[in-house]
């Protein structure tokens, strides 16, 4: 079954058909990102929330944490809605959230989907079990493959190497049927060691991991320069691992590829905003992950006088404000999904029938 492909929209045609300017209707986004802490046990050299030549997360104030009571709102609403998932996210490290068991249990208890990335370092205790038992995925960002480079990366003792791996072989013998990830950030220093980390993980029980290449620019060029000395390297052993490790029971996503066609956004309104809003850390609504923290142009609300189901219900106008083509000229993970939307709402209604 396919787990990375942008169709999955389609499957909720009312929702689909509900998007568009002339549309009166507005339903419940389908999936929600909350933030809920922007402070992190991690400091990782290419994290763009923190690098200040980069868009993302700009803004952000390290210090916020979304409180308490209004996360215990933000889940009322989410289940009143029919939100169907949430994963928590950056920002900050969502496990550095105290209130992150009692959130995803209270999501679960009314229905909702739960998945978290992480860095994995505090992978353990409560908000583990429930993750463990209930959630349908989490996953877990890496880039070093020992002790002294884990360390260099992500400026923490050599050892959190080895505590994040003991997580992860913890988190397996929890129970319940969460899949576990592994997101693994190539650069230019871990070129070598892609297959090398791909195998480790496959032989401490990891269920899948996901090659991915690192931004280091606002622009598309700048990223592709960044990996062209590496790019065929990369390639040869992210196939290697296709081929040798990829089995029923491990799966191998290779999504390392020229950054080119996630910065070149060319139509006016951006579907996915309706389908995947991110609540942020500051009590802000903001358009998406790639805007997180942008508020010059991202924000589509804010929380700390109304509630979130007061707030998305309240006009369809917020929904039309950034125009991707003027505004989103940066890394968008959302694109080939939006010119799907389009294509999808762009048929002429006179020729529908002849499929």
Same mark, same amino acid.
């Given at each position: 079954? +396919?787990?990375?492909?942008?169709? &999955?929209?389609?499957?909720?045609?009312? &929702?689909? !058909?509900?998007?568009?300017?002339?549309?009166?209707?507005?339903?419940?986004?389908?999936?929600?990102?909350?933030?809920?802490?922007?402070?992190?046990?991690?400091?990782?050299?290419?994290?763009?929330?923190?690098?200040?030549? $980069?868009? %993302?997360?700009?803004?952000?104030?390290?210090?916020?944490?979304?409180?308490?009571?209004? $996360?215990? =709102?933000?889940?009322?609403?989410?289940?009143?809605?029919?939100?169907?998932?949430? /994963?928590?996210?950056?920002?900050? =490290?969502?496990?550095?959230?105290?209130?992150?068991?009692?959130?995803?249990?209270?999501?679960? !208890?009314?229905?909702?989907?739960?998945?978290?990335? /992480?860095?994995?370092?505090?992978?353990?205790?409560?908000?583990?079990?429930?993750?463990?038992?209930?959630? /349908?995925?989490?996953?877990?960002? $890496?880039?070093?493959? !020992?002790? #002294?480079?884990?360390?260099?990366?992500?400026?923490?003792?050599?050892?959190?190497?080895?505590?994040?791996?003991?997580?992860?072989?913890?988190?397996?013998?929890?129970?319940?049927?969460?899949? %576990?990830?592994?997101?693994?950030?190539?650069?230019?220093?871990? @070129?070598?060691?892609?297959?090398? $980390?791909?195998?480790?993980?496959?032989?401490?029980?990891?269920?899948?991991?996901?090659?991915?290449?690192?931004?280091?620019?606002?622009?598309?060029?700048?990223?592709?320069?960044?990996?062209?000395? *590496?790019?065929?390297?990369?390639?040869?052993?992210?196939?290697? @691992?296709?081929?040798?490790?990829?089995?029923?029971?491990?799966?191998?996503?290779?999504?390392?590829?020229? %950054?080119?066609? =996630?910065? =070149? /956004?060319?139509?006016?309104?951006? #579907?996915?905003? +309706?389908?995947? #809003?991110?609540?942020?850390?500051? %009590?802000?609504?903001?358009?998406?992950?790639?805007?997180?923290?942008?508020?010059?142009?991202?924000?589509?609300?804010?929380?700390?006088?109304?509630?979130?189901?007061?707030?998305?219900?309240?006009?369809?106008?917020?929904?039309?404000? *950034?125009?991707?083509?003027?505004?989103?000229?940066?890394?968008?993970?959302?694109?080939?999904?939006?010119?799907? *939307?389009?294509?999808?709402?762009?048929?002429? #209604?006179?020729?529908? @029938?002849?499929?």
């Amino acid at each position: 079954m +396919q787990l990375y492909t942008g169709l &999955k929209i389609f499957h909720y045609q009312d &929702k689909l !058909d509900s998007l568009s300017q002339d549309s009166s209707e507005i339903k419940a986004p389908i999936h929600i990102r909350i933030k809920p802490t922007n402070l992190c046990n991690h400091n990782c050299s290419y994290c763009v929330y923190r690098n200040k030549n $980069m868009q %993302l997360g700009k803004d952000m104030v390290i210090k916020d944490k979304i409180p308490a009571k209004k $996360m215990d =709102e933000i889940v009322e609403d989410c289940i009143e809605m029919g939100v169907k998932a949430v /994963t928590f996210s950056g920002g900050g =490290e969502p496990f550095c959230y105290p209130y992150l068991a009692k959130t995803a249990q209270s999501l679960v !208890d009314g229905g909702i989907r739960i998945a978290s990335l /992480t860095n994995g370092g505090l992978l353990k205790g409560d908000a583990a079990e429930v993750f463990a038992k209930h959630g /349908t995925w989490v996953r877990i960002s $890496m880039d070093g493959w !020992d002790g #002294p480079s884990y360390a260099k990366f992500r400026s923490v003792p050599r050892e959190e190497f080895s505590n994040v791996i003991k997580n992860i072989e913890n988190f397996k013998k929890m129970g319940g049927e969460c899949f %576990l990830g592994v997101s693994y950030i190539v650069n230019r220093e871990n @070129a070598e060691h892609v297959f090398e $980390m791909g195998k480790k993980l496959k032989e401490i029980g990891v269920d899948s991991v996901k090659f991915s290449a690192c931004v280091v620019s606002n622009e598309g060029d700048a990223n592709n320069a960044y990996h062209a000395p *590496i790019f065929e390297k990369v390639k040869e052993e992210t196939q290697q @691992a296709v081929e040798d490790l990829a089995d029923d029971s491990f799966e191998v996503f290779d999504s390392y590829h020229h %950054l080119d066609e =996630e910065f =070149e /956004t060319k139509y006016d309104w951006c #579907p996915y905003q +309706q389908i995947l #809003p991110v609540i942020g850390a500051d %009590l802000r609504v903001y358009s998406c992950q790639d805007k997180a923290y942008n508020l010059d142009c991202g924000v589509l609300g804010e929380l700390t006088d109304q509630r979130f189901k007061d707030f998305w219900f309240n006009g369809n106008d917020k929904f039309f404000k *950034i125009k991707p083509s003027r505004d989103c000229n940066h890394h968008c993970v959302s694109n080939s999904k939006n010119m799907l *939307i389009h294509e999808y709402l762009d048929a002429d #209604p006179n020729h529908l @029938a002849f499929v």
